[in-house]
């Protein structure tokens, strides 16, 4: 993307700031884009969490052995929880050990929820204990505070819609106005002041963004 976005630089050369802009874009973007897979994967696999460990207490119930509870959990659950926990299986059959392999999942997924089931796992084995039983007081916890999450998000969505308006809305009027008048806004990419205002407004516009985004974010 940084070579592809550099050449179409290079062919709208006439504009000098878009063809710094755009191989800029071409490092940042392709960042954001896997950030935000990992966010949205680590998501699914939090609301997927839950499920999982009720499937390993009953199976455990059951008589089943960790391994064997893991395998039908991944057999039963969709991706991405299934996918992982089949990685993890995996490595646990070509020899990995059970503590390993856990530890392993856990740096693949960064996820507190996680942390606590298999630190859960990894102290029953040490020192024995009721592990399903310890699951389901987890179960009951994750459930607690994916409720109380969902409430938090439902209280707070009018201040993220705000703060998505107040950044988007100068992009957008700056759409219209050029497209409208282009001579209007031109002065403000072909002189320096006007360089350095766009780079100023751009960097308060990021600031601003950041400053309503932690505020409305609050941790569970």
Known sequence: MFILLSLIGLLLSSLSAVALL????GLFLPRVYIMSAQSKKTQRFNNQLSDVLLVLANSLKAGFSLFQAMEMASQEMPDPIALELKLTLKEMTYGESTESSLLNLTRRIKSKDLELMVAAILIQRQIGG??????????ETIQERLALMGEV?????????SGYIIAFVPFGIGIIVSILQPEYLAVLFTSKIGLTLVIAGLFLQLLGFMAINKIVKIKV
């Open 22 to 25: 755009l191989p800029l874009l």
């Open 130 to 139: 009721n592990l399903a039983e310890i699951l389901l007081g987890i179960h």
């Open 153 to 161: 998000r439902s209280l707070t969505a009018q201040g993220r819609l």
